[in-house]
């Protein structure tokens, strides 16, 4: 299992707001990453540190994090925002890189 | 921008090594700052980060294929690889190749991903 927990699916309406969450310890000492990824795609990175964007990704996507949560929000969520979406941090000893299971966006 | 390709065998036999090689374009392994990364995704499931090799030669697997791992950079023709060994069917996965910042922990560029298929 990972150290990094996420919810497997999450659904939002087309123009809404959403949040994904990230859940582990290491997130009390470690900031989270981003990542998109749509069918048959490499992962994008869409967040990294306390809430910063890669040129390039829209300003609807937010980073923010509290105690041993991390979450990315979507505010006015789009079509084309339908994808799977995985943080990334580090391991609880700070040694190495996990990942989260992933959570599956859907937009209605 | 810096760009990343993978590239290697898409088929291995059980018990063999898996070997891939990852070409970066628009940048220099050797300018350092970043470490080069693998990480590989099972069919329908989540990311597993495999480890990464910095210009000098250092490297950091996960403890998990620690024991079957090696990451090694050619900068002359600005290129890393991996090595699995003794690989079985469970290692049949997308692997991709990433640029990764430490400090926060990022990975970005990806390459586009090859799939290694273990069969007989």
């Known amino acids: 299992s990972s150290e990094l927990t996420q919810d497997p699916a999450v659904s939002v309406a087309l123009g809404q707001t959403v949040r994904i969450t990230c859940q582990g310890d290491s997130l009390r000492s470690y900031y989270a990453s981003w990542y998109q990824q749509k069918p048959g795609q490499a992962p994008v990175l869409v967040i990294y540190g306390k809430n910063n964007r890669p040129s390039g990704i829209p300003d609807r996507f937010s980073g923010s994090s509290s105690g041993n949560t991390a979450s990315l929000t979507i505010t006015g969520a789009q079509a084309e925002d339908e994808a799977d979406y995985y943080c990334n941090s580090r391991d609880s000893s700070g040694n190495h890189p996990v990942f989260g299971g992933g959570t599956k966006l859907t937009v209605l | 921008q810096v760009q990343l390709q993978e590239s290697g065998p898409g088929l291995v036999k059980p018990s063999q090594t898996l070997s891939l090689t990852c070409t970066v374009s628009?940048?220099?392994?050797?300018?350092?700052?970043?470490?080069w990364s693998w990480i590989r995704q099972h069919p329908g499931k989540g990311l597993e980060w495999i480890g990464y090799?910095?210009?000098?030669?250092?490297?950091y697997y996960n403890p998990s294929l620690k024991s079957r791992v090696t990451i090694s950079v050619d900068t002359s023709k600005n290129q890393f690889s991996l090595k699995l060994s003794s690989v079985t069917a469970a290692d049949t996965a997308v692997y991709y190749c990433?640029?990764?910042?430490?400090?926060?922990?990022?990975?970005?560029?990806w390459g586009q991903g090859t799939l290694v298929t273990v069969s007989s």
């Open positions: 628009g940048g220099s392994i050797s300018s350092g700052g970043y470490y």
């Open positions: 990433a640029r990764e910042g430490k400090v926060p922990n990022w990975f970005d560029p």
């Open positions: 090799i910095y210009y000098s030669g250092s490297t």
